[in-house]
Nanobody
Framework: QVQLVESGGGLVQPGGSLRLSCAAS????????LGWYRQAPGKQRELVAA???????NYADSVKGRFTISRSNVKNILYLQMNSLKVEDTAVYYC?????????WGQGTQVTVSS
């Protein structure tokens, strides 16, 4: 497994932006599928955005056009740029790294969208 540490969460008003970061303990981006998930109170954890080792991305319909997943291969950091945030984006956001059937998770970072 690999250690993942998220940062960048916080409180933001509707319409605002945040950028989440996920630092990996070692170089993994060339082999691991990476993703951002979120879990709101009383709901199941859901996939928000994912990026393959080859760089292909996919997004949940609810965030398409507003969120962007990217990575820095040099810094071993995964990002999630979140724009036009909505109240319903409020959740704990988790970074995930998957190699075959093995998942590694970060501790999560809280994002609260409220006026």
């Amino acid at each position: 497994q690999v250690q993942l540490v998220e940062s960048g969460g916080g409180l933001v008003q509707p319409g605002g932006s945040l950028r989440l970061s996920c630092a990996a303990s070692r170089s993994i981006f060339s082999r691991y599928a990476l993703g951002w998930y979120r879990q709101a109170p009383g709901k199941q954890r859901e996939l928000v955005a994912a990026i393959t080792p080859g760089g292909s991305t996919n997004y949940a319909d609810s965030v398409k056009g507003r969120f962007t997943i990217s990575r820095s291969n040099v810094k071993n950091i995964l990002y999630l740029q979140m724009n036009s945030l909505k109240v319903e984006d409020t959740a704990v956001y988790y970074c995930n790294a998957r190699l075959e059937v093995v998942d590694s998770w970060g501790q999560g970072t809280q994002v609260t969208v409220s006026s």
